[in-house]
């Protein structure tokens, strides 16, 4: 679904005055509309790691985050 057919497929309720209070989407619409955005955010998280990707900062040492793995399963375990 594109983002035409979102804004086609919206219907609005309006007051007394027939003033828009709020916007309808049917959860196909909807649905569309969040997968759009999801790919969005994913697409700047890729564009800002390939700009800072020789970057070493937030990286971690591959033993520390076995480290990790292993203490979060073990605290699955209580």
């Not at 027939?18 to 969005?40: H, Q, R, Y």
Request: proline letters at 1%; aromatic letters at 8%; glycine letters at 2%.
């Amino acid at each position: 679904m594109t983002v035409t057919e979102i804004l086609k497929s919206m219907q609005f309720v309006v007051d007394r005055e027939g003033k828009p209070t709020a916007a309808l989407l049917n959860m196909d619409a909807w649905n569309a509309f969040v997968s759009m955005l999801e790919d969005i955010e994913d697409i700047e998280l890729v564009r800002d790691r390939m700009k800072n990707w020789r970057s070493k900062e937030g990286w971690s040492r591959w033993e520390d985050f076995e480290a990790e793995l292993e203490a979060d399963a073990l605290s699955t375990l209580d």
